[in-house]
């Protein structure tokens, strides 16, 4: 399929319009305007869903009427329904619908210049002809039956969260939300890991469009970039369907913003913030940090063009650009502010002739937070032989601000049309300073660096979406046409080092920076880098289901669809820096030899790249010069399409659900790159597949339920992994490349799982899973500080998953005290095992032992427990996580030149918040604590030395139950594992007022 197929559809769904406004007129006679006298407020109203008790999915048409008054409409294709300006007070609601049973919902309460929503689910009759019987049930316990319905019938394994349990938190981006949920872990704030699979094994989708990678260094998609007060719900879908995308094996992410409103509403909500380790503290600051290259500075390829002419003319020029492009290097100090936050949403209905409606809701935001971070960071030549050793002080301020614009159509009760857009604009500023030791021999060589850093990501994303009902067809169409844009920028990360010699009589060589003709990067002088990474996605997708009842007991819900995909990128990186002046010019040769300021490598940040000190001082004396280092691997242009169809059906026979299908997938990748010394790299690949899922549900009783899930899923490189570029990330030190050769992983998924929902929106379950992988990506530590991304031979990955949410009243078996009955204790726990057979990457295969999937923990624990109180407006929930050791990089042990692997160590987080409702919920105030614990983050290498002690008794039951292993041999042991990193961090303390206008 290609775009202008949604082109050709959109015609097609315009005809179906004309065919279904003539039908609604005769309609429009029955069913009445649910609108009363304007003395009434527009925000009174009665809304609600009507679904399909069996498969918990809308349903369209179905008639909704207010007993003793002429008050009437439909459910439209989302099988939502509106009754507007009704009087406070307490109504009776009929809900019909051909071929289902009739039901009455008594005691619909409605509260002045409030809503009032319903869930309400029909059951289907056992045959047409039967005695109509019409059922009459209670308003609150309809809605809490229904909203479980919904849960026990979804199609797959999945789990999220609910705006309204955001609120409950104090999570303030989608990353610390997706803590929250079972299964699910969080890297470095940011990337999110689910089943033990790492981010690149997930897929994301916002509003049900495809977002493309924020990272320019990796396959993943970075969740702290989304305010979390912008999401009306996240979920994870961890089981296939032919109606999900193929690629993914730890879960799909479906993200969705909030929703147009039912109602006029403003709200303002501000807040501050205070952190143990940043508030009013001292912080460097580096000048000029988002300062990047001038508009008329050379390109790479014209500066490297002059360089290579080597003329006294293309010297010159060189001498005059280093003179002319300044940037103030000087580093100054300053405290650091307060946390803070701000938010503006503003919701409005407008309603036209009929039942035309227009809903719009725009919301911007911005959240401020500062971080300081002490770390130490060393590196090892063989295991406990240290090399290097780093204390670095980072001081950062990261902003956070996005707006979304929502618009809804409704032309009439079966045919919608919905405008979404969300912007969102992220931005760090860094400084580290960075002071450590270097073994030369038996005099230790110092360190002192300095790193100024700036980065700036944009993302864009719109949707343009279309859901339709045909009325006599029965047939329901959905489509969504999609655009979204990252770009992420470093306009001029720059490092200046300066070294100096610790004498055995405690006496020091003076500091000195060392610059090197045609060397720049990494730990040389004056490095400026700077990257652009441009991506965007443009896709379509139509959806067509219609379901066809064969007899009283078997149905099928039929449902065929497609997307098309069109994803580029554009990467470019420049590595500048200064070495000393060179070339013949005069008739004199400059180089080393006459870099005769002998002062200059001496000179403090603040001057020691001032013009004065740049070219020609005597004709026996000469400075610095700009020179470029750039390499034809420092750039790629990449792009992917990937056209889809899918066929899935949905049977229902008695107690036994089973959705099936297949999903076909025709994708073609494409690079274009250069290798370091200058040859063409070009990857240009397709492959067709078919994955095939099923999904059994069988239910055990009314709330009870059986799954069973097997699929084929895929995972396809991504464009760094296959581009040869050579990062070095300055934080860590590491370098990292790619692998032009990459093959797509192929993954067989199995999942078997029990759910048990007891009523009072309480739930219980156990889920197991098996994942077989053939050609996993995985990354790889080589030597010098370096990783690769690889394939292995094979891996696996299995667990269990045990969820619960239940009311204390519940366990205490007591319905008499009400503070039981309004707290909730909640908790998920994983436990994981994974391995991964990477024998093929070494040339001593038989020594390679099986090691973990990286990013995977053994465990993931997240827990919880929540008072609220609507009567009193009293909420107060405390919130855990935490995760087993994971590895980080794999290790390489290769003949004579191993390489430990690195490992992160488990640690855990603990937030509280509390929160009072006041003025009839109009004000709100919340207080938040996040990371009470303040645990470090520590990374090492495992060094398994023989002779260390045997664990024994309870401690070994308890590692073989949640690591696999009773002697805990991954686990970090600070007797003889190699520390490599730890990050101190602070807890942070928040208050917020939020006011409903």
């Known amino acids: 399929m290609k775009l202008s197929y949604l082109i050709v559809f959109l015609f097609f769904v315009n005809s179906v319009f004309s065919q279904d406004l003539k039908g609604s007129e005769s309609t429009d006679n029955y069913v009445a305007d649910a609108t009363l006298p304007n003395r009434i407020d527009e925000n009174s109203i009665i809304t609600g869903t009507v679904i399909e008790e069996s498969t918990g999915k809308p349903l369209p048409g179905v008639l909704v009427t207010i007993k003793g008054t002429k008050l009437a409409t439909l459910s439209d294709a989302e099988g939502k329904f509106y009754f507007r300006k009704m009087p406070a007070g307490k109504y009776d609601l009929e809900f019909s619908f051909f071929s289902f049973s009739t039901k009455i919902v008594s005691d619909v309460e409605v509260v002045d210049k409030e809503a009032t929503v319903l869930t309400v689910s029909l059951a289907e009759m056992s045959g047409v002809l039967d005695e109509v019987v019409v059922r009459t049930v209670k308003a609150k316990a309809e809605s809490v039956k229904s909203l479980l319905t919904m849960q026990k019938n979804s199609v797959r394994v999945s789990d999220g969260i609910s705006a309204e349990s955001i609120k409950r938190t104090p999570d303030k981006t989608a990353s610390d939300v997706l803590r929250r949920i079972s299964g699910a872990s969080v890297q470095n704030n940011k990337f999110v890991i689910i089943r033990g699979l790492n981010d690149r094994y997930n897929t994301t989708y916002l509003n049900g469009s495809p977002l493309p990678s924020t990272e320019p260094d990796r396959k993943a998609f970075s969740f702290d970039i989304f305010p979390s007060n912008m999401l009306d719900n996240l979920v994870i879908n961890k089981t296939a369907s032919p109606d999900l995308p193929g690629e993914f094996a730890g879960g799909v992410i479906e993200i969705n913003t909030k929703m147009a409103p039912d109602k006029n509403f403003q709200t303002l909500s501000i807040g501050t913030g205070y952190n143990t380790v940043t508030t009013g503290k001292s912080k460097l600051v580096a000048r000029d940090a988002k300062v990047g290259l001038p508009s008329n500075f050379p390109s790479s390829d014209e500066f490297i063009n002059l360089q290579t002419q080597k003329t006294e003319s293309s010297i010159l020029q060189i001498d005059n650009l280093s003179k002319n492009y300044q940037t103030d290097w000087g580093i100054k100090e300053d405290k650091f502010d ?64 996005g707006a979304i614009l929502n618009l809804s159509l409704k032309i009439n009760s079966n045919n919608k049309f919905s405008f979404k857009n969300l912007y969102s604009l992220n931005t760090e500023t860094r400084f580290t300073d960075r002071n450590g030791t270097k073994r030369v021999e038996e005099e230790p060589t110092i360190t002192s660096s300095t790193n100024r850093f700036f980065s700036k990501n944009n993302i864009y994303t719109g949707q343009f979406i279309g859901e339709h009902f045909l009325s006599e067809s029965k047939i329901k169409i959905n489509w969504v046409g999609s655009y979204s844009n990252v770009k992420r920028d470093i306009p001029s990360e720059r490092r200046n080092t ?180 200058g040859e063409p790299v070009v990857v240009d690949d397709s492959q067709l597949d078919l994955l095939p899922s099923v999904n059994f549900i069988y239910k055990l009783t009314k709330n009870q339920n059986l799954r069973l899930s097997g699929s084929k899923t895929l995972n396809r490189p991504e464009f760094r992994e296959l581009a040869p570029f050579l990062f070095f990330d300055n934080e860590t030190r590491f370098n990292t490349s790619g692998t032009p050769t990459l093959k797509i992983t192929e993954i067989l998924n199995a999942d078997l799982r029990y759910e048990f929902f007891p009523g009072n929106a309480q739930l219980f379950s156990v889920s197991a899973f098996y994942k077989d992988f053939k050609n996993p990506i995985e990354i790889q530590a080589l030597a010098n500080n370096s990783n690769q991304y690889k394939n292995a031979a094979f891996g696996t990955d299995y667990g269990i998953e045990f969820e619960f949410r239940t009311l204390l009243s519940t366990i205490f078996g007591t319905k008499e005290t009400k503070i039981l009955d309004d707290l909730t204790l909640y908790s998920n726990l994983a436990v994981i095992r994974s391995k991964v057979d990477i024998s093929n990457l070494f040339e001593t295969p038989s020594a390679v032992e099986d090691t973990p999937m990286q990013g995977q923990s053994p465990y993931v624990l997240n827990a919880g427990l929540q008072y609220m109180n609507s009567e009193a407006g009293w909420s107060i929930s405390a919130n855990l996580n935490r995760i087993g050791n994971r590895i980080t990089i794999h290790a390489n042990q290769t003949l004579g030149n191993p390489t430990a692997g690195y490992w992160e160590k488990a640690r855990t987080l603990l937030d509280f918040q509390v929160a009072k409702s006041l003025f009839k919920n109009k004000l709100e105030i919340k207080m938040n604590l996040q990371n009470a614990l303040a645990q470090d983050l520590v990374l090492y290498q495992n060094n398994d030395l023989p002779g260390t002690q045997e664990i024994k008794g309870f401690d070994a039951f308890v590692n073989k139950v949640f690591l696999g292993d009773s002697q805990n041999k991954n686990g970090y042991n600070s007797q003889e594992d190699d520390l490599t990193t730890r990050i101190k961090f602070g807890s942070s303390y928040s208050f917020s007022l939020t006011y409903n206008f």
């Open 338 to 401: 307060p946390n803070t936050s701000f938010q503006f949403s503003l919701g409005r209905y407008f309603k036209f002739n009929g039942e035309q409606s227009l809903g719009l809701l725009a919301s911007v935001t911005n959240n401020t937070s500062n971080v300081y971070a002490e770390s130490n960071r060393k590196f090892y030549d063989t295991p406990g032989a240290l090399l290097e050793d780093f204390s670095d002080k980072s001081y950062s301020s990261q902003r956070l601000s």
């Open 498 to 677: 300066y070294e100096y010699i610790q004498y055995a009589d405690g006496t020091q060589s003076v500091p000195t920076a060392y610059f090197f003709a045609g060397v720049v990067g990494k730990d040389s002088p004056g490095s400026i880098f700077t990257s652009s990474n441009s991506e965007y996605i443009l896709s379509s997708k139509i959806d067509v289901s219609k379901k066809i009842n064969f007899s009283d007991n078997f149905s099928a819900d039929i449902k065929i669809g497609g997307i098309t995909q069109s994803r580029n990128r554009k990467f470019e990186a420049r590595q500048l820096g200064y070495i000393p002046f060179n070339g013949r010019v005069g008739g004199v040769s400059y180089g080393s030899g006459t870099f005769g300021n002998t002062t200059i490598p001496t000179m403090p940040n603040a001057t020691i790249f001032n013009a004065s000190n740049m070219g020609i001082f005597t004709p026996k004396s000469s400075g610095l010069t700009l020179y470029d280092g750039t390499k034809g691997s420092d750039y790629y242009d990449a792009e992917a399409n990937l056209d889809a169809g899918y066929l899935m059906i949905d049977n229902v026979f008695n107690k036994l659900r089973v959705v099936w299908g297949v999903r076909l997938e025709n994708y073609s990748q494409h690079l274009k790159s250069k290798s370091i010394v």
